[in-house]
Structures are given as structure tokens and as C-alpha cells.
């Protein structure tokens, strides 16, 4: 990290810490920065999807907060510097074990409105219809991220207007945008026009470059909001109000009553044991762990480290785990306060070893034959993930979405932020793809007050009952696919953060019926996978990976993934 960065940076947060509106103050960290994509550290580190945002986390560290106030600050700070996941406006989940063993699942998913219903996105004929779930203010659920960091703060060490100030100074200052931020709010340039109701930030007279730098005013008076009157400056009062008048403008669903009555919960994490290690993942409303369960213990009767990374009988193996578990997702998985999910069935032993057993080495499996299995009786891509890390022993694994990138595009008049678009990860109609080609059937259809089923997959490994890997990634459907690649990458093949992190990634979700993969993947197994009967099907970067792995000398070697603006900090 440039030297004068961190000192301009140090000096911005102490001398924020004091001051109620600081923005007039004028600093030069937020105008250099680089985005460090390795390190080793000792004390503690914070990877997430922008420079500053990391930055901001490891100072709270050094200012003595655990990994759970940099875990919050890292998140209020992503919610101005990276408009197009980090939010406020979204949602997320957090999982966390902390050093005196508690682990947490944290829910702050977004919720339908009130006014939801069932057929809210269908055409006369019957037809889901993507432009209403997907853009503007129909789309957007009930904001859980602000809910969220307030539900985590009794875990934090440091008060919640010393976490949040940081983020305030960025949005009233400014920051200089990255040449990956100017192309995206350029493309999305029309967007926000067409679904915003007033000016934004966001849009000026000319094209956005690398360097300028982006004031968000009215993100800043929203986030003092948040710091003078906590929860209720976001759920009740002028926030609330704003949001509610920028429905109406938009008709959208979005009530007082449904801002008020909004509540993060904490769930019970998905735990499991996979080759003498111990994985805390996130449950319901979140697939994510639940898949990552099944995905990893579908595998585990082979030695997938004999086959070797990216062989075609790896990737075999692997796909038709993928195969079998995304069809369950299909037909299971849904927000459990309002269906039963019959998770212990899903995962047991017993249903995964039969559900593996049609599986045949070099042969490619059909999702017209493979059906989601039988239990009886039973009925963004822009996400982002961060990851951090004391020396406590807290680990903190955060994923947070707007759904799609810059969510519904519609910016929330006067206060300045981007309104989710998560109701298109409901099943619109049974059968019939969302944003991420993925299917669903009842157990995902629209109820108001229900959460949105979710792939984010925040994980937690222990090895020895120690930290061992914080990891995690954005990437829609993607996200449970990623993480597993990167947990056999890592423990099955042995191979280094950084390269589980950046080498090509593959991903199956059952329907479509093939294999997506990556720019770079070894075209001899690319070869032979067609060969056996699969479709491959190469598209743009999959995920962006942030891990933390612990060193068998204690230290922490992180990794951010090198498809972003992401970066490690650590100390
Ligand atoms: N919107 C992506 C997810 O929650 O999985």
C-alpha cells in the first residue's frame, strides 16, 4: 500500500472521530490508493472488493476493534465507495466464529413488501415478465443491510459512529473512482435516468474517466442520519420517508410500515465436517450453505486429490455433485420462516451417497434424468463478499448484494442510494429462469414479508478448531460453486490461496444443462469433458474471491481476487 495513502488516511479517520460533518475538511488519501492483491499479516486484515473500504477496516483494527467492527466499518465504507454492490439499500449475511467459539449466522436478507404478492411480476398471459422483477422500484425488497450492521454491533468492541464516520467522510469528501467504477456507472449511465425519479451522483454531464472524483452528498446526510439517530435514522423519519416518497413517484411497494417492521435475524449456521476440517456456512434464506453441505460431502467419498485441479475427472466429479445439488436447490429451498426446507434430509449421509450413485466417471450426466431427489412427505451477479481476521481469533465472513449490478438502478431521491433489486431471486413463476438462468418452484414463490432465496455463501473453516480459511464471493448462483472450488482447491489439491482464488472457475447449476467456464480453462479437459457428452459454455469472470488462510505458523496469508479493484490490508 502507497505510504502516503495510509498516513493521509490515518489522519482523515482520527481527526474524523470528533467532528459531526466533516466533509469540508479536505484530505488526499481518498485520491491515491492502490489495490494490493497479496499479503501476509500477523495482527490482523480485512480483503474486500475496493482499496479504501479495505483500508478502512484495518484501521479499525489498529485502533483496537475485533474483526467485527472492521467487518461493519468495511461495509459502511463499500456502501460509498462501491455503488454497485456495497449498500445500503441491499442486503446480506454475516458469519462469523468468534475467538470464545459462538458462531454466528446473521440474516439481514431483503424482505417483500407488504404489498407483494404471488403473480406481482406476471404478464395477462401467465409470464414472468424480467424488466418489472429486475428494474426499478417494483424490484426492490425491504433493505436489510442497515438492520444488519446494527444486529452485529453488539459483537463489535468499538461504537457505531466511529465505524460509520469513515464512510461519511468518503461520500461528503469524495473519492477517486477506478477505471472498472467509471466504465460501470457510464453503462448503467442511462439506466439510472430512465429508472431514477430525481438527479443523482451518479450521473453527471459527461462520461465518467479513472480519477474523477464522485461526491455523494445526499449518501453522506443519510449515513449522519444513520450515526445521530442509529437504526431509526434509516427505518423511521426522513430516510424512511424519502424511500416512501420515492415508491410513490415510482410505484413501487416499499411502506413505512414495512421499513419499520423490518428485523435482521440470527439464525442457526450450517456446520458440517469435511476431511478433518469444520465449515460454518450460512442457512436458510441463503441456499448457500445447505449447497455447500451437500456439495462437499457428495465428493468426499473420493480422492479427488489423487485426479488432480482441473482434470477432466475432477471436473466431472465435481459438475455432477453441482448437478444433483442445484436441482434440490430448485425444487427445497426457500425462506424457512415461511416453508419447511427439509435441511437435515438434504444433508444427511445417507440421501447424499444415493443421490451420487447414478453418477458414472466419464460419462456426463442429463438434468432431464437427474430430477431433485425425494424426500417423502415434503412439498450479481453483483454481490460482494469481504473477509476479515484479528489476533483473537474472531473470523468474519460478510456477503452483501444489491442483486444485480447497481440493483434496480434506482437511486432513492435526496438521500443518495441504490435501491436493491433482490425480488427477481424470488421464483416469479415455477420453471421459469431469473437473473441468474436459475430455476425455482413453490418453496421461492413471492409472499409478502418472505426473504428471497439467496446463493451467498459466507464461510467460516476451522482446522483444529482454529481459524483456517475466512472466504467467500459475489456471483449470483455462482457463489456456492466458487466457494467449494475454493475449499477443494485448497484442502484436496493443495494449492495456494492465490491460485485457488485465481485460476479459472467452472460452475453447473442443473438447468441450464452445462458447464460455464472461465477464459483459461485447460482446453485438454475442456476437450475431454465434451468428449464424455457435456455442453461447455464459456463466459465472462466468475465470482470475485476474497480468502483469508491461516499459515501453519500463525500467519495470515490474503488473497484478493485479481478479477476486480479488490484488495487485502493487513497488519
Ligand atoms: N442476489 C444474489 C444472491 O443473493 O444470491
Known amino acids: 500500500m502507497h505510504k502516503s495513502f495510509l498516513v493521509g488516511w490515518l489522519l482523515l479517520v482520527i481527526g474524523s472521530f470528533n467532528t459531526s460533518a466533516v466533509w469540508s475538511q479536505n484530505s488526499n488519501s481518498a485520491y491515491s490508493y492502490t489495490a494490493t492483491k497479496e499479503i501476509t499479516a500477523t495482527k490482523g486484515a480485512v480483503v474486500s472488493a475496493h482499496p479504501l473500504a479495505s483500508q478502512v477496516g484495518l484501521e479499525i483494527l489498529k485502533k483496537g476493534g475485533n474483526a467485527v467492527d472492521a467487518a461493519i466499518a468495511t461495509q459502511w465504507a463499500l456502501a460509498v465507495v462501491y455503488p454497485g454492490a456495497g449498500n445500503i439499500g441491499g442486503g446480506g449475511f454475516m458469519v462469523a466464529r468468534l475467538a470464545n467459539d459462538k458462531r454466528i449466522a446473521l440474516d439481514y436478507r431483503e424482505m417483500a413488501p407488504g404489498k407483494a404478492h404471488k403473480d406481482m411480476y406476471l404478464d395477462a398471459a401467465g409470464n414472468a415478465v424480467g424488466e418489472k422483477s429486475l428494474n426499478g422500484h417494483l424490484s426492490g425488497g425491504v433493505p436489510g443491510t442497515v438492520a444488519g450492521l446494527f444486529a452485529a454491533h453488539q459483537y463489535a468492541r468499538l461504537p457505531m459512529r466511529v465505524l460509520i464516520q469513515p464512510a461519511i467522510d468518503l461520500a461528503g469528501h469524495g473519492f477517486k473512482i477506478s477505471a472498472n467504477e467509471a466504465h460501470g456507472l457510464n453503462n448503467n449511465r442511462d439506466d439510472f435516468k430512465k429508472y431514477s425519479t ?30 445521530d439517530e442509529g437504526e431509526k435514522g434509516f427505518y423511521q423519519g426522513k430516510t424512511a420517508q424519502l424511500i416512501v416518497d420515492e415508491m410513490q413517484r415510482g410505484k413501487g411497494l416499499i411502506s413505512l410500515e414495512d421499513l419499520k417492521n423490518y428485523k435482521a435475524k440470527f439464525r442457526t449456521p450450517i456446520e458440517f465436517d469435511y476431511r478433518g476440517y469444520h465449515v460454518i456456512s450460512m442457512p436458510m434464506p441463503s441456499s448457500g450453505g445447505l449447497l455447500l453441505n451437500q456439495l462437499l460431502k457428495m465428493i468426499e467419498p473420493f480422492n479427488i486429490g489423487a485426479m488432480g485441479f482441473e482434470t477432466p475427472a475432477s471436473v466431472q466429479l465435481m459438475t455432477e455433485a453441482e448437478r444433483r445439488a442445484y436441482a434440490d436447490r430448485a425444487k427445497y429451498m426457500g425462506d ?89 431471486d424470488f421464483s416469479a413463476k415455477p420453471g421459469s429462469p431469473n437473473l441468474y438462468g436459475a430455476v425455482g418452484g413453490k418453496a421461492n414463490a413471492i409472499q409478502a414479508g418472505k426473504r428471497m432465496l439467496s446463493a451467498m455463501t459466507p464461510t467460516v473453516v476451522l482446522k483444529n478448531n482454529n481459524p483456517f480459511l475466512v472466504v467467500g464471493t459475489p456471483g449470483g448462483t455462482t457463489i456456492p460453486t466458487s466457494v467449494f472450488q475454493t475449499i477443494v482447491d485448497i484442502i484436496d489439491f493443495n494449492m495456494t490461496p492465490n491460485d485457488a482464488v485465481n485460476k479459472p472457475k467452472f460452475h453447473h447449476q442443473w438447468l441450464p444443462d452445462r458447464i460455464d467456464i472461465e477464459a483459461g480453462f485447460p482446453d485438454t479437459t475442456a476437450k475431454k469433458l465434451e468428449d464424455m457428452g457435456y455442453k461447455l459454455y464459456t463466459r465472462k469472470q466468475i465470482g470475485r474471491t476474497e480468502v483469508i488462510k491461516v499459515l501453519p505458523n500463525g500467519k495470515m496469508n490474503v488473497v484478493a481476487d485479481h478479477r476486480g479493484d479488490d484488495a487485502a490490508a493487513g497488519w
Open 336 to 424: 424457512e420462516d415461511f416453508v419447511k426446507v427439509p435441511v437435515n434430509e438434504l444433508r444427511s449421509d445417507s440421501y447424499l451417497k444415493e443421490r451420487m450413485k447414478d453418477y458414472v466417471p466419464g460419462k456426463a450426466g442429463n438434468s432431464t434424468l437427474v430430477k431433485p431427489g425425494n424426500i417423502p412427505g415434503y412439498e450479481s451477479e453483483e454481490t460482494t463478499h469481504l473477509s476479515v481476521l484479528d489476533n483473537e481469533g474472531n473470523a468474519v465472513a460478510v456477503t452483501t448484494t444489491l442483486n444485480n449490478s447497481y440493483g434496480s438502478r434506482t437511486v432513492i431521491g435526496d438521500a443518495g442510494f441504490i435501491l436493491n433489486d433482490e425480488m427477481d
Open 198 to 227: 430525481r438527479p443523482t451522483a451518479f450521473v453527471k454531464a459527461t462520461e465518467w474517466k479513472a480519477g474523477d472524483t464522485l461526491v455523494q452528498k445526499e449518501l453522506a446526510q443519510t449515513l449522519l442520519r444513520i450515526r
